[in-house]
């Protein structure tokens, strides 16, 4: 059974870098068969795709062109874990924050079918 | 980016009853559809992927079809625990997008 726990601040002041970390028990982050996405939920955006990242004989990232210049999604192999970095945050980075695994091969390709328990970020001096 | 836009954003309806949750996408997504209930204070659960197959555990009373831009969740005699938020997303291409949910509330 694959579960995902989240770890980081709930709170970050602005212009500072919001930090999560999404530790992996029951697969592997080098799992070729799956990428490991961040996701955020606020009621002004809704859910919002952020980016993922994955490995296929190297590693790979995708972001959402929103954060793309603010955003890295870092793999630890040793750790089983990934985990976020969101550079200068403003106010309208306050959401619940998600991990989750989406399979990204054969039958359950696009589905994402384990998430975090989610993490309140609140951006605010 | 790909606009998913559901619709009704709610409804009320009673134990019992059969439910539709229509999602359509603004461009073809062929069949790269997904679908997830949320409950406060919880994660999305995957319900139905890839428009219409059932994820491990989810019970036959959820359905999906559809195919292209125009995709729908049906919930068959509603229990009360489907009292929940749903959300259509498409995995046709990145960035994945969302709709903007849909409320299911007892009448």
């Known amino acids: 059974q694959v579960q995902l726990q989240q770890s980081g601040p709930g709170l970050v002041k602005p212009s500072q870098t919001l930090s999560l970390t999404c530790a992996i028990s029951?697969?592997?982050?080098?799992?070729?068969?799956?990428?490991w996405s961040w996701i955020r939920q606020s009621p002004s955006r809704g859910l919002e795709w952020l980016g993922r990242?994955?490995?296929?004989?190297?590693?790979?990232?995708d972001y959402a062109v929103s954060v793309k210049s603010r955003m890295t999604i870092n793999p630890d192999t040793s750790k089983r874990q990934f985990s976020l970095q969101l550079n200068s945050v403003t106010p309208e980075d306050t959401a619940v924050y998600y991990c989750a695994r989406e399979g990204i091969r054969g039958y359950s390709y696009g589905a994402i079918d384990y998430w975090g328990q989610g993490t309140l970020v609140t951006v605010s001096s | 980016d790909i606009q998913m836009t559901q619709s009704p954003s709610s409804l009320s309806a009673s134990v019992g009853d059969r439910v539709t949750i229509s999602c359509r996408a603004s461009q073809n997504i062929t069949r790269y559809l997904n679908w997830f209930q949320q409950k406060p204070g919880k994660a999305p659960n995957l319900l139905i992927y890839?428009?219409?197959s059932l994820q491990g555990g989810v019970p036959s009373r959820f359905s999906g079809s559809g195919s292209g831009t125009d995709f729908t969740l049906t919930l068959s005699n509603l229990q009360p625990e489907d009292f929940a938020t749903y959300y259509c997303q498409q995995c046709y291409t990145t960035p994945r997008t969302f709709g903007r949910g849909t409320k299911v509330e007892i009448k």
């Open positions: 029951g697969d592997s982050v080098s799992n070729d068969s799956a990428a």
């Open positions: 890839a428009t219409s």
């Open positions: 990242t994955y490995y296929r004989s190297k590693w790979y990232s």
